[in-house]
């Protein structure tokens, strides 16, 4: 493997008042962040309503945005932004969004939870966006739905809370509790929120303004490319690819994929390699890797259950593959993930991956300064 280089990563220190004063609309809408929130994220979904605005003869939203965490909240991008301090005296809202990402499967805060349950009742809509689930989910209001999160935590979120019906898509829509998987799904959902209240002339031509096309469905799948691209990929290796994904704990065998597919286990191999870059075993022990690694900092799962989820039949198997990667021990990394790093990298990427086999790899270490 080759030898590491220290690259050393610096945080912007800009801070923005993203807190508008506004009268109160027809529908109003109140975001709650906590720290390292996508602010990516809020600002699309707060785009659609104000061009809905735009639009309208009158205002149809009012928003505001607070956080339980004080008034300076750090999004995920290291820019600080000043917000309402949310308690009580917040507005009543039809929509309650609930915004985190890094570090949020392990935030916890009572007066957030007793908020969220209280709004429930008063029959607000509430929504978890990206990691803003897991806040949702401890609060015990998606019991028995079904509900989403980004991809990436999806195994974690599902180990988690066995009692949500936990499913990949865009977001999901209940008449009382949503969850949206994060990034650009946000506009999606906002769209689709806006089509029930104004339709489906009037969301299609917000999307028209914010080159939005075409609006995706709460089903749509949230990755198409698996690190490749897919203009180029035979379905064949697409399916492949699935086949992997979804059988992470019982890892299917080639023979087996071949079959499931109706062909040769030559002709998948030689597609595969040709498509993906690496074969189909070397793809699946990514995915397993990837997989151990989000349970690792999402969960609570002994290292030994982690390695079972992830497909690997030995311990000493999984952390001689998991520190050949990721240059450390599974121990080692969940002491030091993300606590240690304000800006987490995420160094599991398929290009990282075949650099690695091809022995191409110079990973970069993250420090702080």
Not at 294 to 302: A, C, G, P, V, Y
Request: charged letters at 20%; one cysteine or more.
């Amino acid at each position: 493997m080759a030898k590491n280089r220290t690259k050393t990563r610096r945080l912007m220190t800009v801070e923005i008042d993203i807190s508008p004063k506004m009268t109160p609309a027809q529908v109003h809408a109140v975001f709650i962040i906590v720290p390292r929130f996508n602010i990516t994220t809020l600002i699309t979904m707060i785009e659609a309503m104000r061009i809905a605005n735009y639009l309208a003869p009158a205002p149809i939203f009012s928003w505001e945005i607070a956080s339980f965490d004080g008034k300076k909240i750090t999004a995920s991008n290291g820019m600080t932004t000043t917000v309402e301090v949310a308690d009580d005296t917040l507005r009543p809202a039809e929509f309650a969004f609930v915004l985190g990402s890094w570090g949020t499967e392990h935030y916890s805060n009572k007066y957030l939870i007793a908020w969220l349950r209280k709004r429930t009742r008063a029959g607000t809509r509430i929504c978890g966006v990206e990691l803003g689930c897991y806040i949702v989910a401890r609060a015990g209001l998606l019991d028995g739905k079904p509900a989403t999160i980004h991809w990436s935590w999806l195994n974690g979120f599902r180990e988690t809370f066995d009692r949500v019906d936990v499913r990949e898509g865009l977001f999901t829509l209940d008449s009382k509790v949503m969850t949206c998987a994060g990034g650009l799904a946000g506009v999606d959902l906002m769209l689709r929120l806006i089509e029930e209240l104004q339709g489906s002339s009037f969301s299609g031509e917000i999307a028209d303004q914010m080159l939005h096309h075409p609006i995706r469905n709460a089903t749509t799948p949230q990755r198409s490319t698996m690190g490749r691209s897919t203009e180029t990929m035979l379905p064949l290796v697409r399916e492949a690819m699935t086949l992997i994904e979804n059988n992470i704990e019982e890892p299917l065998t080639v023979p087996e994929i071949a079959n499931l597919l109706d062909v040769s286990q030559r002709q998948l191999e030689r597609q595969f390699k040709k498509h993906v870059g690496c074969t189909v075993v070397q793809f699946g022990l990514l995915r397993r890797l990837q997989n151990a690694r989000l349970l690792l900092i999402s969960t609570q799962l002994s290292i030994r259950q982690i390695a079972t989820a992830s497909g690997f039949n030995t311990l000493s198997h999984f952390a001689y593959s998991f520190g050949k990667f990721f240059d450390r021990r599974p121990s080692d990394y969940r002491e030091a993930w993300p606590e240690n790093e304000p800006a987490p990298s995420w160094p599991g990427s398929l290009s990282d991956f075949l650099n690695t086999l091809n022995g191409k790899s110079d990973k970069t270490q993250v420090v702080r300064v």
